[in-house]
């Protein structure tokens, strides 16, 4: 049987980076990128589990959303 459960990386604070239609509607400087990325990667550690495509998403909307600010 299937676990129909999110994966870990799309609950809350995390889904903010996950979810990029959120991104468009989000003032980038009330996201403390540094704060979620440490979250991030402290969870990997935790599960020794590295999920790379999860972890390219969360690089790419960090990346974007520190670009917001630099436009700002």
Known sequence: MVS????WYLR????V???LHRLERIHPW????A?????FLREIERRGEV???ASGVALDSSA???????KL
């Open 4 to 7: 129909m459960e999110r994966p």
């Open 12 to 15: 809350p604070p995390l889904n």
């Open 17 to 19: 980076l996950f979810e």
């Open 30 to 33: 009330d996201v403390d990128v």
């Open 35 to 39: 704060f979620l990325l440490t979250l």
């Open 51 to 53: 999920d790379f495509r």
């Open 64 to 70: 974007s959303i520190h670009l917001k600010k630099s």
